[in-house]
Nanobody, 123 residues
Framework: QAHPVESGGDSVQSGGSLKISCVES?????MGWFRQGPGKEREGVATLNVDAVPAYAESVKGRFTISRDKDTLYLQMNDLKPEDSGTYYC??????????????????????WGQGTQVTVSP
């Protein structure tokens, strides 16, 4: 299976906005975004289950919006903070149930990963 392909990463100032994208060639029951900042562990940011129900990490609620249009997954990020900096990975899986398609689910449970796109937020 082809891996997701992310794009849209950039450098922005604190308080700014950015929209990153992920193109998927297959249909997945569960898709989402993880990120890994410098010196940090990989963490879930947002997920979208097969019923198109989104879920967000507490740290991004109210600022980030995950959405999907056909074969493209988006993450709209507003009011960005320096702690949002990192490599953002698009993830997908066909075995996670709706209840487990959550950003709190361990990263190892997601079978398909993109190469990542870099987001840098300066103070």
């Amino acid at each position: 299976q082809a891996h997701p392909v992310e794009s849209g990463g950039d450098s922005v100032q604190s308080g700014g906005s950015l929209k990153i994208s992920c193109v998927e060639s297959s249909h997945w029951f569960c898709m989402g975004w993880f990120r890994q900042g410098p010196g940090k562990e990989r963490e879930g940011v947002a997920t979208l289950n097969v019923d198109a129900v989104p879920a967000y990490a507490e740290s991004v609620k109210g600022r980030f919006t995950i959405s999907r249009d056909k074969d493209t997954l988006y993450l709209q990020m507003n009011d960005l903070k320096p702690e949002d900096s990192g490599t953002y990975y698009c993830v997908a899986d066909n075995y996670l149930t709706s209840s487990r398609c959550k950003p709190g689910t361990d990263a190892s449970r997601f079978d398909n990963w993109g190469q990542g796109t870099q987001v840098t937020v300066s103070p």
